[in-house]
């Protein structure tokens, strides 16, 4: 969301655009809550309650962060494993940032309006399992952008640069040099 708000904002300081399991506006957020709770094998202790208070930034504490995460992680992947591990790794619980940010930020976030004067060669990628930035997100995303290439991950989440971390990196470097050029 921070790119997307930069590259509309800067996009003459922008020679690319990396762009992962993301969207243009929040309006994915009850298609997102259907799919985790669609999803209730792989993460049985989640609920409507616990998702609204993830997306209306109501969280109570640290330890009520932590507990809400832990309870959805299961829906970011695909398979688990080792790319689990690593994101769980990679997680600092500030409940304050997450509620301010969800209550100030993504509550009014919506960039669709200017994506057409992005003419910044854009990757954008999207785990074809995602739940909470759903392929569709991704696939309007590079609809809006005049020089977008999308690429679907079939056998992830939302962190293909994770479950697939070879393809990513080839992709990524593959655009990369491509742009370049």
Same mark, same amino acid.
């Given at each position: 969301?921070?790119?997307?708000?930069?590259?509309?904002?800067?996009?003459?300081?922008?020679?690319h655009?990396?762009?992962?399991?993301?969207?243009?506006?929040?309006?994915?957020v009850?298609?997102a809550?259907?799919?985790?709770?669609?999803r209730a094998? #792989?993460?049985?202790? /989640?609920?409507?309650?616990?998702?609204?208070?993830m997306? *209306?930034?109501?969280?109570?504490?640290d330890e *009520? %962060?932590?507990?809400?995460?832990?309870?959805?992680?299961p829906?970011? %992947?695909?398979?688990g494993?080792?790319?689990?591990?690593?994101?769980?790794? #990679?997680i600092?619980?500030?409940?304050?940032?997450?509620?301010?940010?969800?209550?100030?930020?993504?509550s009014r976030?919506? /960039?669709?309006?200017?994506?057409?004067?992005?003419?910044t060669?854009?990757?954008?990628t999207?785990g074809?399992? *995602?739940?909470i930035?759903?392929?569709e997100a991704?696939?309007?995303?590079?609809r809006g952008?005049?020089?977008?290439?999308?690429?679907?991950?079939?056998?992830?989440?939302?962190?293909?640069q994770?479950?697939?971390?070879?393809?990513?990196?080839?992709?990524?470097?593959?655009?990369?040099d491509?742009?370049?050029?």
């Amino acid at each position: 969301f921070i790119a997307l708000l930069y590259a509309r904002r800067y996009p003459e300081n922008l020679t690319h655009l990396v762009l992962r399991d993301t969207a243009a506006h929040n309006g994915f957020v009850a298609l997102a809550k259907r799919n985790a709770l669609a999803r209730a094998r #792989q993460a049985p202790g /989640v609920t409507e309650a616990m998702l609204d208070r993830m997306f *209306d930034g109501t969280v109570r504490d640290d330890e *009520d %962060f932590k507990a809400l995460y832990e309870a959805i992680l299961p829906l970011y %992947f695909v398979g688990g494993g080792a790319a689990r591990s690593r994101k769980d790794q #990679q997680i600092y619980y500030r409940y304050e940032t997450h509620n301010a940010m969800f209550r100030n930020e993504f509550s009014r976030y919506d /960039v669709r309006d200017r994506l057409g004067e992005i003419h910044t060669p854009t990757l954008v990628t999207v785990g074809a399992h *995602d739940w909470i930035t759903p392929p569709e997100a991704a696939e309007a995303l590079a609809r809006g952008l005049p020089r977008a290439t999308l690429v679907r991950f079939e056998r992830s989440g939302h962190s293909p640069q994770l479950e697939e971390t070879e393809r990513y990196v080839a992709t990524v470097r593959a655009f990369l040099d491509k742009e370049v050029t």
